[in-house]
């Protein structure tokens, strides 16, 4: 059994910055890949950024480019969301995955451990 268990969101401005954090449980937790995903109100869940195992590779959606950065610390079985610049579009259910292999995806089929959500919401 794996437990994932996002922390950091809130409600911000704007412009403004958050730091999401998922602290995994279990000792394997350097041999996955992670994501992050998102789910705004009325909409489906969608991709925002992916790790390695390592973390030496990264990929994001396009709509977060530039303004995000996903990063991990194996030996806290941490994984981050750095969200800078945040526009009132980012407003969402956060959700940090684990995934089934060392590779990082952007398919939710690849992920088959889920935390329970953390909200962001972007005032304008």
């Known amino acids: 059994q794996v437990q994932l268990v996002e922390s950091g969101g809130g409600l911000v401005q704007a412009g403004g910055s958050l730091r999401l954090s998922c602290a995994a449980s279990g000792r394997t937790f350097s041999s996955y890949g992670m994501g992050w995903f998102r789910q705004a109100p009325g909409k489906e869940r969608e991709f925002v950024a992916t790790i390695t195992q390592s973390g030496r590779s990264t990929d994001y959606a396009d709509s977060v480019k530039g303004r995000f950065t996903i990063s991990r610390d194996n030996a806290k079985n941490t994984v981050y969301l750095q969200m800078n610049s945040l526009k009132p579009e980012d407003t969402a259910v956060y959700y940090c995955?684990?995934?089934?292999?060392?590779?990082?995806?952007?398919?939710?089929?690849?992920?088959?451990?889920w935390g329970q959500g953390t909200q962001v919401t972007v005032s304008s």
């Open positions: 995955a684990r995934a089934t292999t060392g590779s990082g995806s952007s398919s939710q089929t690849d992920y088959t451990w």
